[in-house]
């Protein structure tokens, strides 16, 4: 049996994990600081990181209660190194190597993004790879080809905003709370769409005929923004979330077919906070009966916002292939592997 410790300080998640052969939950802890940071309608690094400092002790305390263990019988302790704000990360990468120096534990460094994906080990067996990662969070809409442990290839990403972000921004024109994500789907779930009713935006993107997948979301929070100025006073938040929702979601399944088609991949892995959307996972369902591809998605939504539970589950992987680093590892804001190490 091998037990793993995951550590995870990368935005506004304050999380510690404990895991057992890569597969099985044995504890986890997580303090989100959304309530900390929604005054700001989004978060600030320096607050973030004084949070981190001030709970990541005693949530390593519980967890190491909950889970009856030594720190003894840990065989490895995992923590996010890359992206993330340097100064949340280095709180995670500075209890990291306390544990890792008083108690000889390896450290192993694991990528946030990654994390996301391969969290689906918790919940089954994974898939053979390479995979289609689809990541869809505050700050990424992105597809890897992920072809191994550690081995990811950029396929598409975001010209502006993230859809998570635009998931905010519009939630903060609607004068509706931080984080925009289940405020908005709440509220699209209430629409009852009148048959034959056109949507108010335009479809993102429309096609140039190459063959490069791109995200783009910034065009469509404008839309929602002067559509609401030409109607006065009035405020169909329940309607303007309905169709917010559809035409970010058409991207995204559109770019996943985009992407399969490209690469012949047809495993897919979806993950990230707005993987939490029920009209999303259920698009996404659909979608993947009707052209035959493997989906995947992480079933418990505490794995789809930031976790410990993944970067544990990432880190037993590593841990396999002996990919240590040493006290003096760097932790950095880039997401690129060979720009880090
Ligand atoms: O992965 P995540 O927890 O954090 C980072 O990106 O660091 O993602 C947070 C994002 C936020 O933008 C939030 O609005 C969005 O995920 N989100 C959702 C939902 N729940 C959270 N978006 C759509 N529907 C949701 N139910």
């Not at 997580?30 to 940071?37: D, G, K, N, R």
């Not at 979301?217 to 938040?237: D, E, F, H, I, R």
């Amino acid at each position: 049996m091998v037990y793993g410790l995951g550590i995870e300080s990368s935005c506004d998640e304050t999380s510690i994990a404990i895991v057992k052969d890569g597969k099985e939950l044995v504890s986890l802890k997580v303090y989100s600081q959304i309530e900390t940071h929604s005054p700001y309608r989004g978060v600030v690094p320096e607050i973030a990181s004084r949070a981190h400092l001030e709970k990541i002790n005693a949530l390593l305390s519980v967890c190491m209660e909950e889970s009856k263990l030594s720190f003894q019988e840990l065989s490895y302790v995992a923590v996010t190194g890359y992206p993330g704000l340097v100064g949340s990360l280095m709180i995670g990468a500075q209890l990291a190597r306390c544990i890792s120096l008083v108690h000889s534990i390896p450290i192993v460094l694991v990528n946030h993004l990654e994390a996301h994906l391969a969290v689906i080990g918790l919940e089954g067996e994974l898939p053979a790879f390479p995979w289609l990662g689809v990541l869809l969070s505050g700050g990424n809409s992105s597809i890897y080809v992920y072809k191994g442990f550690g081995d990811l290839e950029l396929l598409a990403d975001t010209q502006d905003d993230s859809l998570g972000e635009a998931f905010d921004k519009v939630s903060a024109i609607l004068n509706l709370p931080y984080p925009g994500g289940p405020t908005i789907e709440k509220k699209a779930l209430q629409y009852e769409r009148p048959k034959g009713e056109k949507s108010p935006f335009p479809k993102l993107l429309k096609e140039d005929g190459s063959d490069l997948i791109r995200f783009s979301y910034s065009g469509l929070k404008t839309a929602v923004l002067y559509y609401l100025k030409s109607l006065g006073n009035q405020m169909p938040v329940e309607r303007i979330c309905y169709y917010f929702q559809k035409t970010a979601f058409e991207l995204v399944l559109r770019n996943i077919n985009k992407a399969i088609q490209k690469t012949q991949i047809k495993t897919v892995v979806a993950a990230g906070g707005v993987l939490a959307n029920e009209t999303l996972r259920s698009l996404l369902e659909a979608e993947k009966t009707n052209r035959s591809f493997q989906l995947y998605y992480p079933q418990k939504k505490i794995y789809c916002t930031d976790n410990g539970a993944m970067v544990a589950c990432l880190g037993y992987h590593l841990w396999k292939e002996k990919k240590f680093v040493g006290l003096d590892f760097k932790v950095s804001p880039k997401r690129n592997f060979e720009q880090i190490l």
